[in-house]
């Protein structure tokens, strides 16, 4: 599914130049099950947000299906994350003034979807993760669990084929947290499609099929043994 | 989902949206108010011009008047002047001029307006003061005074500061064509109240129609006779002024070969009043009588006209032009400004909401499509309200009626006085009640600088948007 070869990113701070990501190199299988780890500042989100189409690299390629998004214009990038690219935020970045069933709708408005079949999909995506009694709520009148099923639903909706996470359960107690990572494993179970974690907590990382560690910009991967003794 | 996004947004921003709205909402209405004073103060100056110039009349000829074609109103009266009776002599003098500061011009101007290309009517009037000198002085006091002149007086008030009075009688009076059509003239502005006009068949006679005003004030009515120059004339018919002055252009008119012949002004006219065959027509046919009369002569548009009318309409339209027209740009500006500002504050404080749609595959043009959106929804809406603030301010004012006064004055504009100056003749002085008009284009002028205000809000808090990348919006709220 991704092929990254020689990823660099830098970004300028002022009169200072910070490097993000130095020289990455990984392959991603369809249906794989990755956590990346990390220091804060350690590059995690920023490898997120290229594999997400959201940014450019300063150097290298990163191959999504054999098209190369580091090459690719705003537009193309913008395509690839209506269709193929959903996301899960830590702070679940759901709209105020907008329903759970509306939040969720958002994320087919770009794929020109009519009306009625916009509204189908959207409680069946908010079925699925168990929230159609909640459909006409505003976030702020949802728990910060339910806010995140929300924001699962959305990324959801349009049937992406990876998803991607960046601290999905950092806002959430811990009884949440298994509720919201069992709910991903099983959709990607389900629908086997990629999931990528960025996470802090290594139980969540536990969880995965690949671990992979970021420190300064460096990307390592830990051995499956490894990542069974945790 | 535009339509439920923005009406959200819209409502749940609600003190930005008001703020936003009602800075829009005053600014429309001022520009509506500024528009419709505008309009009154314009129907009321032409009201004004009207009574003195007639309806239809697109362009004025006069001659630019000299100090000496003017004179000093002057009464002589010899020794053996007037008659003596008990002690007293009494003196009475009549006199019939052309107005004070009016030139007489020869009619072949007339005919040369009538033969100029883009006129449809032309016609010559005679303005003339028609001022009767009465007095009477002891004859103790009349050797010493032989040949002396009793000055006259701006007013026709009776002199009483001794055993001596003397008082003035003056009357306008207007020298008309009556052969030809009152279309075009003074006259096309008043209806016969009495009686009948003057027709051909009273050329040479010395008949007379009176304004209604100064034959209510002179009691006079048909049948009456005036006196002109020490000559009766009978009365034949009685016109009211059709314009909201309620004054026409003169107290007396005549036939104009009788005008002529009394003032000793022979073949000549005070103003040729011309139509143009269209409105279009007017500054070519203005060129072309300047070119055709020469530069002795001033001709004047109705545009120019308007320029002589005086007193608070003056006034009104002046701060309606400048001050309304300023106020109005300025209080828009600081509306539009208002909303731009609040548009892309509102844009920065929802960085991470468009942060997140970006990420979700929203395209920009979509984004600036709902920011657009939400600002030209404030805008109309602060137009709906403007419209309805302008139309109650309007219908206020009309209810209200607040007068103006008007003064319009046929003569050259020129001569020693300047334009405007003392050159006039046939003052019309009135009280116009002012009515403000309510207009669609006016309307449709304030719903474009409500959409425009909302799009130009738009477009910066679009501009702001655009700007905003997908990861970086949303790091810089990580």
Known sequence: ?230 | MFITYLTRELKNRRRQTSIVAIGMALAIALVIVVNAVAGGVKTAQASALSSVYGVGTDITVTQATTTSSSGTQQFRFGAGAGSTSGGTRSFNSAQLRTARGVTAFATTAVTKVAATGGVKAATGVLSLQSTTFSGRTPTQSSGSGAGGTPQTRPTDGTSAGGPSSFGIDSTSVLGYDVSASTAVGPLSSTTLKSGRMLTAADTGKNLAVLDSDYATSASKKVGSTVTIDGKAFTVVGIVKSTSATGASASNVYIPLDTAQKLSGETAKVTTVYVQATSASQIPAVQTALQTALGASMTVNTQAGLASTVTGSVSTAATLAQNLGLWLSILVLAAAFLLAVLFTVSGVTRRTREFGTLKAIGWTNRRVVGQVAGESVVQGLLGGAIGVALGLAAIEVVNLLHPTLTASASTGAAGGPGGPGGFARVATSAASIALSLPITAPVLGLAVALAILGGLIAGAFGGWRATRLRPAAALRSVA
């Open chain 1, 1 to 230: 599914m991704y092929q990254l070869t020689g990823i660099g990113k830098t970004y300028k701070q002022g009169p200072r130049i910070v490097t993000a990501l130095k020289d990455v190199d990984l392959t991603i299988e369809d249906g794989d099950h990755i956590a990346i780890q990390g220091q804060t500042g350690g590059g995690k989100s920023t490898l997120l947000q290229l594999l997400g189409a959201l940014d450019r690299p300063s150097t290298g390629s990163i191959l999504l299906d054999g098209k190369d998004l580091a090459r690719s214009g705003d537009a193309e990038l913008g395509r690839v994350r209506a269709r193929r690219i959903g996301f899960v935020f830590q702070g679940f970045n759901l709209i105020p003034t907008l329903t759970a069933q509306e939040n969720v709708e958002t994320a087919l408005a770009p794929l020109g979807v009519g009306t009625a079949a916009r509204r189908r999909r959207a409680a069946e995506a908010l079925a699925s993760v168990g929230l159609d009694s909640r459909a006409s709520h505003l976030p702020s009148e949802l728990s910060g669990g339910q806010q995140q099923r929300v924001a699962i639903a959305r990324a959801l909706v349009k049937d992406p084929s990876v998803l991607l996470a960046d601290e999905p359960t950092g806002a959430l107690d811990e009884d949440t947290r298994n509720d919201i990572i069992e709910l991903l494993e099983r959709i990607r179970s389900e629908r086997g499609i990629t999931l990528v974690v960025v996470t802090h907590d290594s139980w969540v990382a536990r969880r995965a099929q690949r671990r992979l560690q970021l420190r300064a910009g460096v990307l390592t991967e830990r051995p499956v043994a490894a990542q069974r003794v945790g």
